[in-house]
């Protein structure tokens, strides 16, 4: 039976769908238990982590082009995802006690920096094809803990959905952005540009960065 662009990226997901105890800090937050500058931090670095995503997802669009223009759609939706996301920061890191001061003088974490450095590094050495496989994997765990977090800080902190509108976002499902996902797959199935195999290495490498993202922040002095 040949196997569709559908069938892979849901076997992918599942494969590399992460430990759960492998994310100290989420749990927390869930519970009310996260002190508040574990959230400025999480606020901090993503403010970095965004637009260093947007760039690189940017860069894989223009690599893309000509060789595998659907991918190439995938990734300027989500660079245009990106930018919407890091206008909606601010009211984030406002609710997290930041202001422009210590925004300013932040230091981000290298065990959070290694996630956007991995991504960078796919823009520039991953074949488009496998590089949707392994983000779209990724990007599920992303969403639930998004979700998980934007009900916790309403339920625990009293945040007003400005400013969980950040987590908001990124829980929400995008049809539209599921569709480019699997059109991109599949074209590189068709064409023989899909590495399975190495698609799966780097979204196994990405959940293991994004765990050290987590734990990281999960293992802050309060």
Not at 180 to 195: I, P, R
Request: with cysteine.
């Amino acid at each position: 039976m040949t196997r569709t662009a559908r069938d892979l990226l849901r076997t992918t997901t599942t494969r590399l769908a992460p430990d759960p105890r492998s994310n100290p800090l989420v749990p927390r937050i869930a519970q009310g238990t996260a002190p508040r500058s574990a959230l400025a931090a999480l606020a901090l670095e993503q403010s970095w982590v965004i637009p260093a995503d947007r760039r690189a997802f940017l860069h894989l669009a223009e690599r893309s082009l000509v060789t595998a223009p659907e991918a190439a759609a995938f990734f300027r939706s989500l660079a245009e995802g990106e930018a919407l996301a890091e206008e909606l920061l601010p009211s984030l890191a406002q609710a997290c006690g930041v202001d422009e001061t210590a925004a300013a003088s932040y230091e981000p974490l290298a065990g959070c920096q290694a996630y956007p450095a991995y991504v960078a590094w796919l823009s520039l050495n991953g074949s488009p094809a496998d590089v949707v496989l392994a983000l779209t994997a990724n990007f599920s765990a992303w969403g639930g803990y998004c979700a998980t977090i934007a009900k916790a800080l309403r339920a625990h902190h009293g945040f007003t959905d400005e400013a969980c509108a950040f987590f908001d976002f990124f829980a929400d499902p995008s049809p539209e952005l599921d569709e480019k996902a699997v059109t991109a797959v599949q074209a590189g199935l068709d064409t023989g540009q899909l590495n399975e195999s190495l698609a799966h290495g780097y979204g196994r490498l990405l959940q293991l960065y994004e765990a050290m993202f987590w734990s990281t922040l999960g293992h802050l002095p309060s």
